[in-house]
């Protein structure tokens, strides 16, 4: 038996702000790890790559404003703080 991955509890260690704040990286979040998961069959962000999340942010993003670029930025740097990962998305 399987069990979702659950996002919130992922990172809950480095969410910091206010209510509405922790939402839109929730949601975010879990908007990123649905796309990588489709494209990728990679359930969990333990299992990402720095290619994977930057396929998100150049690929899925295209056309979006840069607003929206910045706040998703700002939910991948979240995601990388929580996997201690060295990568740096600019």
């Known amino acids: 038996m399987s069990k979702v991955f ?3 509890l ?3 260690a480095v969410l910091t702000g ?4 922790r939402r839109r990286h929730l949601r975010q979040a ?3 790890q649905t796309e990588i998961a489709e ?9 990402w790559q720095r290619k994977h ?10 056309g979006r404003r840069a607003a929206t670029h910045y706040y ?11 996997l201690e990962k060295p990568w740096i998305f600019r």
């Open 39 to 47: 494209r990728w069959q990679l359930e969990t962000p333990w299992a």
């Open 10 to 12: 992922f990172l809950a």
């Open 18 to 21: 206010s209510y509405a704040t």
């Open 72 to 82: 998703y930025l700002l939910t991948v740097r979240l995601l990388t703080r929580r």
């Open 53 to 62: 999340v930057t396929w998100f942010l150049e690929h899925r993003l295209a």
């Open 30 to 32: 879990k908007l990123i």
């Open 6 to 8: 659950d996002m919130e």
